[in-house]
T-cell receptor, first 113, second 114 residues
Framework: NAGVTQTPKFQVLKTGQSMTLQCAQD?????MYWYRQDPGMGLRLIYY???????DKGEVPNGYNVSRLNKREFSLRLESAAPSQTSVYFC????????????FGDGTRLSIL | AQTVTQSQPEMSVQEAETVTLSCTYD???????LFWYKQPPSRQMILVIR??????QNATENRFSVNFQKAAKSFSLKISDSQLGDTAMYFC???????????FGKGTLLTVNP
C-alpha cells in the first residue's frame, strides 16, 4: 500500500541547473498538489491539479512548472534552480472532495548551492 | 482568501500531561472542514483529526480531541496523556469553498519531555 510516492528523497543542485521532482499516487485520487515547506512558514502551495488535464497556480508558483502526466502522476520542474528554492517539497493527493484529507508523500529535501 | 493562524511556535509538556494547541482561522465560507496534521521528525505528514464545520459536536480520536468554536473561528487540539511519540510539528489546516485546496498554519512544535 504505497500511497503517494515521491522521488528523489534528497537532491543537491547547483544554481542554474534544472530538475524534475516526480510524484505518483495509487489511490485513484482526482486531485494532486505540490507544496514547499520552509522553517517558520508552514506548507505553501506551489501548484495543484484538481483533476486530470488541469493545473492551477497556488500561492508560490514562480520558478516552477508542473505536468499532470496522467491521473496517477504529477511532476514539478525547476527550470533554473535558485538558492531561494532550497526547501523540502511535498506532493499530496486527495479525492478532491473537501471533507476528505490530503495524503502526503515523504517529501524531497532539495538543496541548491 | 482564508488565513490560518497558529500563535504558539513552540510548546512543551511533560509525559502523561495534557496540552492544548491553538488555531484560529478567518473565512467567509459556511461549508468547510478543519484538519490537524502531525509531522514527526521522520518528516511524514500524518492526519490526526478532522472537524466538519456544520457539526457542533467536537471530533475525538483516542487521546486527541478538538475544541471547535465556530463563532470565534477557533479550532484547538487537545492531546491527553501525552506520550514521547507525540513530539512533532503540528499543523492546523482549513479546507473549504469550491476549491480543492488546503490552507495551512505555520505550525506548532510540540516537545513531550520524559
Amino acid at each position: 500500500n504505497a500511497g503517494v510516492t515521491q522521488t528523489p528523497k534528497f537532491q543537491v543542485l547547483k544554481t542554474g541547473q534544472s530538475m524534475t521532482l516526480q510524484c505518483a499516487q495509487d489511490m485513484n485520487h482526482n486531485s494532486m498538489y505540490w507544496y514547499r515547506q520552509d522553517p517558520g512558514m508552514g506548507l505553501r502551495l506551489i501548484y495543484y491539479s484538481a483533476s486530470e488535464g488541469t493545473t492551477d497556480k497556488g500561492e508560490v508558483p514562480n520558478g516552477y512548472n508542473v505536468s499532470r502526466l496522467n491521473k496517477r502522476e504529477f511532476s514539478l520542474r525547476l527550470e533554473s534552480a535558485a538558492p531561494s528554492q532550497t526547501s523540502v517539497y511535498f506532493c499530496a493527493s486527495s479525492t478532491g472532495v473537501i471533507n476528505q484529507p490530503q495524503h502526503f508523500g515523504d517529501g524531497t529535501r532539495l538543496s541548491i548551492l | 482568501a482564508q488565513t490560518v493562524t497558529q500563535s504558539q511556535p513552540e510548546m512543551s509538556v511533560q509525559e502523561a500531561e495534557t496540552v492544548t494547541l491553538s488555531c484560529t482561522y478567518d473565512t467567509s465560507e459556511n461549508n468547510y472542514y478543519l484538519f490537524w496534521y502531525k509531522q514527526p521528525p521522520s518528516r511524514q505528514m500524518i492526519l490526526v483529526i478532522r472537524q466538519e464545520a456544520y457539526k457542533q459536536q467536537n471530533a475525538t480520536e483516542n487521546r486527541f480531541s478538538v475544541n471547535f468554536q465556530k463563532a470565534a473561528k477557533s479550532f484547538s487540539l487537545k492531546i491527553s496523556d501525552s506520550q514521547l511519540g507525540d513530539t512533532a510539528m503540528y499543523f492546523c489546516a482549513f479546507g473549504g469553498g469550491s476549491n480543492y485546496k488546503l490552507t495551512f498554519g505555520k505550525g506548532t512544535l510540540l516537545t513531550v519531555n520524559p
